[in-house]
């Protein structure tokens, strides 16, 4: 049991004294001392009324130890996306931390695709991808990054190392947004999403290619949702897409063509 440890965390990450939290409860300063030393336990009624002051489930006070999780798991109980709380709908990550306790931003490669795609919730295999930091990115939430393959999101070159910000809740997946999409039968994608979770349950799936065509996936088969952050490539993007160039040099065959008309038809 981590009651004790963690009501005590707890206290201190809002910056409360032992007097503040006894006050706010209602109870002595020593009875709160007493819970903290583990001296004695709360009744279920104040159980109750410290799981609603922290906005975090009893179970969770009593089975989990707070002080172990990283800066953004926390940050996610306290948002209230608690398990014991949401239940079955709440998506449960499996994440690494460095040695600082700091959230790691594990490293999906071409080649660890596959693996991740069968892996992606097994706690042994995301310990062996590779980690990096990003100190210009929020402690408070889960990034990942993962290397593209193809041509369907260009001027993003192939090739590209893609971070993105783990979406807990899909039915904030906004519009016109790029998002990762881990699924069960295509891997993972990169897509600009159009959400139609409310209307059918499902995304509608664009590429920044106009070569390529949309198409919808239910929700049933996608595993993970990553919001796009930022990206990091060796090339240049390409100016514009190929479809773009090819109307280019089209009207430029036009105007070639018109300008020789010019020419002959002013011959005697």
């Not at 519009?175 to 139609?196: D, H, P, S």
């Amino acid at each position: 049991m981590y009651f004790n440890t963690n009501i005590k965390f707890l206290r201190k990450r809002k910056s409360r004294t032992q007097d503040d939290l006894a006050l706010l409860l209602g109870i002595p300063r020593s009875t709160l001392n007493n819970y903290e030393n583990k001296i004695a336990y709360p009744g279920i009624n104040l159980l109750i009324a410290i799981s609603d002051y922290f906005g975090i489930a009893i179970d969770t006070l009593i089975k989990v130890d707070l002080t172990k999780l990283a800066e953004s798991q926390l940050s996610q109980l306290e948002r209230g996306y608690d398990v014991f709380i949401r239940g079955s709908n709440l998506r449960v990550l499996t994440t690494t931390v460095n040695s600082e306790n700091e959230e790691n931003i594990e490293l999906v490669s071409e080649k660890a695709k596959a693996g991740y795609s069968s892996g992606f919730a097994d706690p042994e295999y995301i310990r062996i991808l590779p980690t990096f930091q990003l100190p210009f990115l929020s402690p408070e939430k889960k990034y990942r990054t993962f290397q593209i393959s193809g041509d369907s999101m260009l001027p993003i070159p192939n090739g590209s190392w893609v971070t993105g910000e783990f979406v807990q809740n899909w039915e904030l997946i906004r519009n016109r947004q790029a998002y990762i999409i881990l699924t069960l039968n295509e891997g993972i994608l990169f897509k600009v999403v159009e959400n139609l979770i409310p209307e059918n349950g499902q995304l509608r799936l664009h590429s920044l290619n106009p070569i390529y065509l949309p198409y919808s996936i239910h929700i049933n088969e996608i595993r993970e949702v990553w919001k796009f952050v930022h990206y990091i490539s060796t090339e240049l993007p390409e100016e514009r897409p190929a479809e773009n160039r090819i109307m280019d040099e089209i009207a430029e065959i036009k105007a070639d063509v018109k300008s020789l008309s010019e020419r002959i038809g002013k011959q005697p």
